[in-house]
């Protein structure tokens, strides 16, 4: 009987907890949505931002976001690709193997701010980057490298041997057989990961602040030359993301505004993440169907 | 039975099939041993196979015959060590002077388990032409259509080559993967118990495709199934703890064989 | 002479392509390791400036409770005291796993356990969704919820380590949880039926089997979301007060090791004492992450043995 009013006890705590925290979470998602979208709307979304009065957007602000986080993965996918492939193709376990892996954990677990800290002595400061859209999508690329290599070896990893070992007794070399057999059949899983991995780069500050800077200069939608410096394509200029200019309108609390914006741009956000995760699976689903049906 | 009454001592432990002058081998094996780790998992494989016909190798779980079969073409690289030589056209292609890659192009290997790529009937035979260079796309659909037609399977996918080879039964799958393997022109044929994951009647379209295919090639079979082995080969290799106890023409091991032990596996005493 | 012995004796297409890939992937990977190495060495030499090229005593560092770089105290040395910051880190991050702790294994049991279709259903993508949630966007939901919240309940500016903890608690909650989920997922089924079988209620079955063979993924979720917590560094700014004092309750103005750093990199001159100070700051979180990570590989172990 005894175990029976514990069960019906813990049973209803259970329930509790879990009711508490679907409250805070829900509370959450429904603050930031209620809050923040009735500001947004077409000017919002594609007005520069003012400093000193009331009234600004985030086109800026948004586009950066964008831009950066495209360099960031053209910089790291292929790269941890690369990474990921060697780790789960090549790697015999070995010293080597084994230190690497340690190295990969500890950069994935580096906190964001160190990364960006050493994104600004290394290639804002050292090698004269200066603050900039590149220097902020090396930094985002060390903060992104970790995470994306692991989900290219997990998915390769989930490909059957039965598939090298076809490769391999047609006299393919590992290399031919994992380019064209196991990467196909791999990737609606590393789409997936990307895409997550676009989600996070795309709400990262931290690592910013410091490299990509926390200004945002009119840029000249009419000029698509990357080597003008009005040029929204132009890497070598400074670049405030969404992120950071959440962060700083609210550090320096100057705009007057700035809690409007401030809402509108976390809901912008918030929505953002989301389409990444839909997106993320969507794609996935898709490409694994072209892959798989009868053509 | 037989395991209780003490060996006759007229009977050899041992008998292997010495081939004549006049034979012509095809590949060869002289002391090889295979380690995994530290344990020894094969020693003194001496054995030849002639050219032009079916070997069968059989043996318990766990005696030496997958382990012997996927080192004749260096499946086992990078699992184990394999020591000794394996003759091939007067090269030992255990040695690491000879192309790994260009090597398992004239000693193909067909699995247990059907693993077709995730491809279309039609790119799973190309793909490996293509990526050695063959673009030719006449020449491509020839090659097509004689390798499935050799794998007793052209007449059932003719129409939808453009269809995924995992839309295929397991048993299609699995000539589709000799038919691939075939496309490749090899010499040697080597094959893991390729009916053992199939049914009945595809286990004997499988036979039948392989009695047709020793016309070409010389094939090397490792099969769990004693009547499969007496059905299409012409010699058989008893594998027992990792040494080959018998090697003779398959019709007299499996009436007459030489060696107690040999007797005592066919007739199902073990294994 | 036989052409197909004669090829097998050359360098075939597929070696080269082999070499070629086996090199591009391994620079690939050995990029990472360097980047790694020069993180470390980077901030290493930067960090350990303040103790060999400022003469700072790594102790007096450590455990001095004033902060005030660019004034020199009673001892004519800078007043570098980094103790109020790491006491500010550390209590934020404690507190928020302790508070974070019930709540995640509560709702994972619940997902996995007590109703796994409505944690799947619903819990799971909204899990899922909050783990990818900016750390701004938890900081300006303090800034605008939680800390005039504070203010109102216990005075004062509202700012400080109670605010840190709250944002911290709800932000790592996610993380925590799903990673919990993962880990009560991964105990295998017939642990559940054979102790129900003997006749356990549900409840000694979660409590006696399930979270015994869950403990060492339950451990390393909370010791990774103190890892997250204790390296976030705006969205504490942006709540914590950043005045680099010792916390005297939890509701006054404090700091955190990141809060003083994203604060004062951009106001000192590199390579100057001030600067140096900060990178000592860096230092310190550099090695908390190993320690945490260090953590994680011993739970991992032990784990293993059982």
Known sequence: MQAKTVNKIATGVLYIIAGLVILILAALLGYILVNGVPHLSWHFLTAPSRAFQAGGGIGIQLFNSFYLLILTMLISFPIALGAGIYLNEYAKKNWFTTMIRTAIEILSSLPSVVVGLFGFLLIVVKLNFGFSILSGAIALTLFNLPLLTRSVEGSLNSISNLQREAGSALGLSKWETVLHVILPAALPSIVTGVVLSAGRVFGEAAALIYTAGQSAPALDFGDWNPFNMASPLNPLRPAETLAVHIWKINSEGIMPDAAAVSAGASAVLVIAVLLFNILARWLGKVIFKRLTAAR | MAQNTPLNTEKPTRNIYQFGEASEIALATKNLHVFYGNNEALSEGDLQFERYKITSLIGASGSGKSTFLRSLNRMNDNVATVKGEIMYRGLDINSRAVDVYEMRRHIGMVFQRPNPFAKSIRDNITFALKQRGMKDKEQLDAIVESSLRQAALWDQVKDDLGKSALALSGGQQQRLVIARAIAMKPDILLLDEPASALDPISTSQIEDTLLELKEKYTIIIVTHNMQQAARISDYTAFFHMGKVLEYDETRKIFTRPKVAITNDYISGNFG | ?306
């Not at chain 3, 103190?226 to 942006?238: D, I």
């Not at chain 3, 509701?251 to 990178?279: K, R, Y």
Request: net charge positive.
């Open chain 3, 1 to 306: 002479m036989d052409q197909i012995r004669e090829s097998l004796l050359k360098t075939s297409v597929a070696t080269k392509k082999e070499r070629f890939g086996k090199t591009i992937t391994m620079a690939a990977l050995i990029l990472i390791g360097l980047v790694v190495i020069s993180i470390f060495y980077f901030v290493a030499s930067k960090g350990l400036a303040t103790f060999f090229t400022d003469k700072i005593n790594f102790w007096d560092f450590m455990t001095g409770k004033t902060w005030n770089p660019s004034t020199n105290g009673s001892n004519g040395k800078p007043q570098v005291g980094a103790l109020p910051m790491i006491t500010g880190s550390f209590m934020i991050t404690v507190l928020s796993a302790i508070v974070a702790t019930p709540f995640a294994i509560g709702t994972a049991i619940f997902m996995t356990e007590i109703s796994p279709k409505y944690g799947a259903k619903i819990l799971q993508p909204v899990i899922e969704l909050l783990v990818g949630i900016p750390s701004v966007v938890y900081g300006f939901i303090g800034l605008t919820v939680v800390v005039p919240f504070i203010r109102s309940i216990f005075g004062g500016s509202g700012f400080g380590v109670l605010s840190g903890t709250v944002v911290l608690f709800v932000m790592i909650l996610p993380t925590v949880t799903s990673m919990t989920v993962d880990t009560l997922r991964s105990v295998p089924q017939y642990y559940r039926e054979s102790a129900l079988a003997i006749g356990a209620t549900q409840w000694q079955a979660i409590y006696k089997v399930i979270l015994r063979a869950a403990t060492p993924g339950i451990l390393t979720a909370i010791v990774f979301g103190m890892a997250r917590a204790f390296g976030e560094a705006l969205a504490v700014q942006m709540v914590v007060g950043n005045a680099a004092i010792m916390p005297q309750n939890l509701t006054s103005p404090a700091s955190t090791l990141t809060s003083i750093l994203t604060m004062g990199i951009g106001n000192t001159v590199m390579g100057s004492m001030q600067n140096d100070v900060l990178w000592t700051l860096a230092l310190i979180l550099l090695v908390m992450s190993l320690i945490f990570n260090i953590i994680i590989r011993l739970i991992g172990k032990k784990g293993e043995l059982k």
